[in-house]
């Protein structure tokens, strides 16, 4: 029989296997283009609205509706919703597998927390993603993501201690943003993206790029969070604010047209990164 530290080698070995395989691969580098797609759009859209060319911003959901009614939408929609099952799977391979080696301490265990938010935020675009590309109901619309945190909400308010749960909720929201933001600024922020065939000028503009991307990014999830513990304090899931809500309490800031302009900005940055992040992704550690 083997012992448990061999059991426990062999796991290691089948997982680290698992999570490098050339299939694994081609999914997260459709899901890194399907992210890209989302948030590029989302930060064109909301810095037409901070020049007043278009009227509306938009969430994920809101995205995933407007490229799904474009000619052949459906078939890009097939494409995302493969990509957005592959980059949901990354995520939990990333918290459980430990691909990265991100350690067991506070700081590598809030960075694995953070992959499991990312895939579960993924993850819950799939159905109405899917269910827009057949047509049945409760298929992906404008505003439904900030419908459907306020619902979750109002679901874990009717629990024990739930508008605890919904502060600890806010406050892993919140810190994400904020870890996001020494995340962006750290040396090597990105060490999975393998950016290949450019000069050292070129890799230099591309990270700066994605630095930028990740803070404007940073902004959208700390604005979330910081909703949900308004939320959990007053016990009020209406305060529950999505991509679109975010954004719009920038507009309506002091500057708020400069606010968005620039986060936006930072959004686009960070589609554009994540697109080029499709070419250059290794999963082989």
Same mark, same amino acid.
């Not at 493969?82 to 949901?88: A, E, F, M, P, R």
């Not at 679109?244 to 507009?251: E, F, Q, R």
């Given at each position: 029989m083997k012992s448990r530290q &061999?059991?426990?080698?062999?796991?290691?070995?089948?997982?680290?296997?698992f999570s490098s395989s050339p299939i694994i691969e081609y999914l997260t580098r459709i899901g890194y283009g399907t992210r890209g797609l989302i948030y590029g759009i989302i930060g064109l859209l909301a810095i037409m609205v901070a020049f007043g060319i278009y009227g509306s911003l938009q969430d994920q959901q809101g995205v995933i509706a407007s490229l799904g009614q474009q000619l052949f939408g459906r078939v890009l929609l097939g494409i995302m919703l493969? &990509?957005?099952?592959?980059?949901?799977l990354w995520g939990l391979i990333r918290a459980f597998l430990n691909p990265l080696h991100k350690g067991n301490d506070f700081k590598g265990i809030l960075e694995r927390v953070g992959f499991f938010i990312s895939a579960v935020a993924y993850a819950i675009l799939i159905p109405p993603t899917y269910n827009f590309i057949f047509g049945m109901s409760n298929a992906a619309q404008n505003g439904a993501q900030g419908i459907q945190m306020r619902n979750i909400v109002s679901t874990i308010f009717l629990m024990p201690l739930g508008r605890w749960i919904v502060g600890l909720i806010g406050l892993i929201v919140l810190g994400t943003g904020v870890f996001q933001v020494y995340h962006g600024v750290r040396h090597n922020f990105d060490s999975q993206i393998k950016p290949y065939a450019l000069t050292s000028k070129q890799a230099k503009i591309v990270r700066i790029m994605g630095r930028f991307g990740i803070l404007g990014r940073s902004v959208v999830f700390f604005l979330v969070g910081l909703f949900l513990l308004f939320a959990a304090y007053h016990a009020n899931s209406a305060e529950v604010k999505g991509i679109?809500?975010?954004?719009?309490?920038?507009?309506h800031e002091p500057y708020g047209y400069w606010l968005l302009g620039i986060t936006a900005l930072g959004l686009i940055a960070f589609g554009c990164y994540s697109l080029l992040s499709a070419f250059w992704f290794k999963s082989n550690r």
């Open positions: &061999g059991i426990k080698n062999e796991i290691h070995k089948e997982s680290k296997a493969i &990509g957005l099952i592959g980059y949901s679109d809500g975010a954004l719009l309490i920038l507009l």
